[in-house]
């Protein structure tokens, strides 16, 4: 069955403070991982898509990864307006989105 | 480029009222997904049309819910009658194709007492 798992649940940094999280994913072919942020009272926001193992995507102090097993979502210095939650999700047969829990990360200054 | 909508942005109904929710995709968007978040629980998928056709209603819980696309254009979900469970979030989201990125909208936020 296809899965995605998110770890860790929640994290808390302060401001700066770089870390990276986790999306570990089990599917039948991998047609692609996707990341999202999502605040309070929004919907998912759109911010990466990779492909293929070894591809890589940075925007501004997010750069995402991608191995055959995983993805990381790694926050270099990060600023308190980072702090959302973040989602991982694959698509399934018919490309419905199948998502992870999410890792909700506040930063503080 | 306007995002995808959703309307109402919050809704309170007893139980055993309809509710009807809407989704406008971004324009062009031929694939229109309907999903939804329960308390606690990751998002998950309702159903997927392609232009006015279903592609996938694997996720459609019972048959209280019933989803339409309008030519193609806009989407709505209904959901009759309503149960205390139905309450959560429902996203509507858009792609230009398959396997590509998909935009959501703001979300409904349907409670029902």
């Known amino acids: 069955e296809d899965q995605v798992t998110q770890s860790p649940e929640a994290l808390r940094l302060q401001e700066g403070e770089s870390s990276s999280l986790n999306c570990s994913y089990t599917v039948s072919g991998l047609r692609g991982l996707f990341w999202y942020r999502q605040d309070p009272g929004k919907g998912p926001e759109f911010l990466f898509t990779l492909y293929s193992a070894g591809e890589e995507k940075e925007k501004e102090r997010l750069k995402a990864t991608l191995t055959k097993k995983e993805s990381f979502l790694h926050i270099t210095a990060p600023k308190p307006e980072d702090s959302a939650t973040y989602l991982c999700?694959?698509?399934?047969?018919?490309?419905?989105?199948?998502f992870g829990a999410g890792t909700r990360l506040a930063v503080h200054p | 480029e306007a995002g995808v909508t959703q309307f109402p942005s919050h809704s309170v109904i007893e139980k055993g009222q309809t509710v009807t929710l809407r989704c406008d995709p971004i324009s062009g968007h031929d694939n229109l997904y309907w999903y939804r978040r329960v308390m606690g629980k990751e998002i998950k998928f309702l159903l997927h049309f392609v232009k006015e056709s279903k592609q996938d209603e694997s996720g459609m819980p019972n048959n209280r819910f019933l989803a339409e696309r309008t030519g193609g254009t806009y989407s709505t979900l209904k959901v009759q009658p309503a149960e205390l469970e139905d309450s959560g979030v429902y996203f509507c989201?858009?792609?230009?194709?398959?396997?590509?990125?998909?935009?959501f909208g703001q979300g409904t936020r349907l409670t029902v007492v």
């Open positions: 989201a858009s792609s230009q194709k398959l396997f590509t990125e998909a935009f």
């Open positions: 999700a694959v698509p399934g047969i018919y490309n419905k989105l199948i």
